[in-house]
Nanobody
């Protein structure tokens, strides 16, 4: 089974940038759908942010990150990168990457649901 490991979280000032990475342990997953979620530490439900499909298409699920967050895939490194720019204090959360255990290649339409393989998360704190 695939394992996912996030890295790159940390503390950044408002307006700054961070790059998060999601490394998949199974090389075949380098082509499959990877979604990114975040969870505010107060225990709110995880929200799906964006997803990259097998064909490289990025699907956004919340308006507030459009134009600021983007995804890219490095096939050789089995890695999906989340670039976050113009960060705001409300972006503070633990960020998770996830995928489907059935290795499907398309992102869900409307909301990011159904992913059942998760990383352990990486925290991002944006100071004002």
């Amino acid at each position: 089974q695939v394992q996912l490991v996030e890295s790159g979280g940390g503390l950044v000032q408002s307006g700054g940038s961070l790059r998060l990475s999601c490394l998949a342990s199974v090389s075949t997953y380098r082509f499959y759908t990877i979604g990114w979620f975040r969870q505010v530490p107060a225990g709110k439900e995880r929200e799906g942010i964006l997803c990259i499909a097998r064909n490289g298409h990025t699907e956004y699920y919340i308006e507030s990150v459009k134009g600021r967050f983007s995804l890219s895939r490095d096939v050789a490194k089995n890695t999906v990168t989340l670039d976050m720019n113009d960060l705001k204090p409300e972006d503070t959360a633990v960020y998770y990457c996830a995928t489907f255990s059935d290795a499907r290649g398309d992102c869900p339409i409307g909301s990011l649901v159904g992913m059942d393989r998760w990383g352990i998360g990486t925290p991002v704190t944006v100071s004002s």
